[in-house]
């Protein structure tokens, strides 16, 4: 499994920005998805996670719920993340992450074993 980010620039507060995360390897609707995010002198922070197959379940970290959506295509293999209504405070480095097929949803990163190569984010005042 391979996963790769992208999206993300320098935008301004109250913008919106469009990540995508490809996922390369087989049955990719077998695996439950999520973002994460890394800020300077911070540690990395949950951010979305959605279930795999259909995607009917997904979960938001509490500093962004009704900002952004994480929806995925098992068309295309990718696993999107919409940001709207951008904050400072979602300056960051934003990472997609796989779990083991199957799994149940989670917010533990602990619990992903597939990590693609982060996708800058800043969001200036």
């Known amino acids: 499994v391979q996963l790769q ?22 049955a990719f609707g077998a695996y ?13 922070e949950f951010v979305a996670a959605i279930s795999w197959k259909s995607g009917a379940i997904t979960t938001y970290a509490d500093s962004v719920k009704g900002r952004f959506t994480i929806s995925r295509d098992n068309a ?20 997609c992450a796989a779990d083991l097929p199957g799994m149940p949803i ?8 597939y990590w693609g190569l982060g996708a800058q984010v800043t969001v200036s005042s």
């Open 5 to 26: 980010a992208c999206g993300g620039g320098l935008v301004q507060a109250g913008d919106s920005v469009r990540l995508s995360c490809a996922f390369s390897g087989r």
């Open 106 to 113: 989670s917010r533990d990163p602990r619990k992903y074993d």
């Open 76 to 95: 295309k293999n990718t696993v999107d993340l919409q940001m709207n209504s951008l904050k400072p405070e979602d300056t960051a480095v934003y990472y």
């Open 32 to 44: 439950g998805m999520a973002w994460f995010r890394l800020a300077p002198g911070k540690e990395r």
